[in-house]
């Protein structure tokens, strides 16, 4: 959830919500979503950030104007080499945590754990605390601490990435129509429902850090439901089925097929922590590797096969130096990813 600081403080670890249609009981919080999220994304700006990287802007129907300027962005970085040639590549796709944007990690910094390797990287909006999902309703209140300002119809992110950014890359890059994709913390979550939820769309997802039990967080710090947005999937009770529709670790099974990556750590010190992120950041990764843990058991249960790395270390934040553990991790996903792409794995 990358620097949950704001949001841990009141919201020890995200919130948790979703998307979903009306059903015979509806969460007095939440005013439900009417319809199906309608897809269509209009290019706004293209600003290059470097020669290989560029940050690309639109107007998406799914989201609307979740975020404060109504636009929702896309950072897109392109192989060494892609611009002299025909060759066409796979993509990999980085999902962001909380309270965080395409933009958190340094694109230098990306380009330099991406290298030489032979892949575009996408790198979408995914809302503070967007949690990856077409939200179950809107806040009565029209709004909540960590998001702000809630539209109705509420926002659809995962039809924003699926139905319009990925839709966008192939039309607009040189792509095999082969995908990763690979997420730090709540982009955990998103990268491994995601590929459980659209068989066939990602050859390799990898969590780094991920909420990978959204049922397991809410029943270890009850008050997260009671702080965070109750609308992203419903009430947790009356719509437990959407819970578990969207939760990794209930999707277990689905998964068979994809060539998985879990890392997480254990929220003691590590090579790339210092007292301050210990403090900040410590129990986050302890609770993380929890639900980590709940989520591979449940492959290991159905057969799944799974990489794993677990270290010690707290849990990443994009402004401290321990953000080099999922530096770290993507570097170690990419051979594995790249094999699953091109069909080697």
Same mark, same amino acid.
């Given at each position: 959830?990358?620097?949950?600081?704001?949001?841990?403080?009141?919201?020890?670890l995200?919130?948790?919500?979703?998307?979903?249609?009306?059903?015979?009981?509806?969460?007095?919080?939440c005013?439900?979503?009417?319809?199906?999220?309608v897809?269509?994304?209009?290019?706004?700006?293209?600003?290059?950030?470097?020669?290989?990287?560029t940050?690309y802007?639109f107007?998406?129907?799914?989201?609307?104007?979740?975020?404060?300027?109504?636009?929702?962005?896309?950072?897109?970085?392109?192989?060494?080499?892609? %611009?002299?040639? $025909?060759?066409? +590549?796979?993509?990999?796709v980085?999902?962001?945590? @909380?309270n *965080?944007? /395409? &933009?958190?990690?340094?694109?230098?910094?990306?380009?330099?754990?991406?290298?030489n390797?032979?892949?575009?990287?996408?790198?979408?909006?995914?809302?503070?605390? %967007?949690?990856? $999902?077409?939200? +179950?309703?809107?806040?009565?209140?029209?709004?909540? @601490?960590? *998001?702000? /300002? &809630?539209?109705?119809p509420p926002?659809?992110?995962?039809?924003?990435?699926?139905?319009?950014?990925?839709?966008?890359?192939?039309?607009?890059?040189?792509?095999? %129509?082969?995908?990763?994709v690979?997420?730090?913390?709540?982009?955990?979550?998103?990268?491994?429902?995601?590929?459980?939820?659209?068989?066939?769309?990602?050859?390799?997802?990898a969590?780094?850090?991920?909420?990978?039990?959204?049922?397991?967080?809410?029943?270890?710090?009850?008050?997260?439901?009671?702080?965070?947005?109750?609308?992203?999937?419903?009430?947790?009770?009356?719509?437990a089925?959407?819970?578990?529709?969207?939760?990794?670790?209930?999707?277990?099974?689905?998964?068979?097929?994809t060539?998985?990556?879990?890392?997480?750590?254990?929220?003691?010190?590590?090579?790339?922590?210092?007292?301050?992120?210990?403090?900040?950041?410590?129990?986050?990764?302890?609770?993380?590797?929890?639900?980590?843990?709940d989520?591979?058991?449940a492959?290991?249960?159905?057969?799944?096969?799974?990489?794993?790395?677990?270290?010690?270390?707290?849990?990443?934040?994009?402004?401290?130096?321990?953000?080099?553990?999922?530096?770290?991790?993507?570097?170690?996903?990419l051979?594995?990813?790249?094999?699953?792409?091109e069909?080697?794995?």
């Open positions: 959830m990358r620097r949950w600081s704001a949001v841990v403080a009141p919201v020890l995200f919130g948790l919500l979703g998307a979903g249609q009306a059903t015979a009981q509806d969460s007095p919080q005013l439900p979503r009417t319809s199906d999220p897809a269509q994304l209009v290019p706004v700006s293209a600003a290059p950030v470097s020669s290989r990287t940050l802007t107007r998406s129907a799914a989201v609307g104007g979740i975020l404060p300027d109504g636009l929702v962005r896309v950072r897109v970085t392109l192989p060494i080499g892609y %611009g002299n040639g $025909t060759a066409a +590549y796979p993509v990999l980085h999902l962001h945590g @909380a *965080n944007s /395409p &933009i958190t990690w340094p694109a230098a910094e990306v380009e330099q754990v991406v290298g390797t032979p892949v575009i990287v996408v790198q979408p909006d995914g809302g503070p605390v %967007g949690f990856y $999902t077409d939200w +179950y309703g809107t806040p009565r209140s029209g709004s909540d @601490a960590v *998001n702000g /300002p &809630i539209p109705f926002p659809a992110w995962e039809t924003f990435h699926i139905r319009e950014v990925l839709p966008w890359v192939d039309a607009t890059f040189r792509t095999t %129509g082969h995908r990763a690979a997420g730090s913390s709540m982009g955990g979550f998103g990268a491994m429902s995601y590929a459980a939820r659209n068989p066939g769309v990602f050859d390799a997802a969590s780094l850090s991920g909420a990978l039990n959204i049922n397991g967080l809410s029943s270890t710090v009850p008050m997260l439901l009671d702080i965070v947005d109750p609308c992203i999937w419903g009430d947790p009770t009356m719509q089925a959407n819970w578990d529709a969207h939760n990794p670790t209930a999707l277990a099974d689905r998964l068979r097929g060539s998985l990556y879990v890392t997480a750590g254990d929220g003691l010190p590590g090579v790339h922590d210092d007292v301050s992120t210990v403090v900040r950041s410590g129990a986050q990764e302890m609770l993380i590797r929890q639900v980590t843990d989520f591979v058991a492959l290991n249960r159905n057969g799944v096969p799974v990489t794993t790395e677990f270290h010690h270390g707290t849990h990443p934040g994009p402004n401290d130096r321990n953000r080099f553990y999922d530096y770290d991790a993507l570097t170690a996903y051979p594995q990813a790249m094999r699953a792409m069909g080697t794995a």
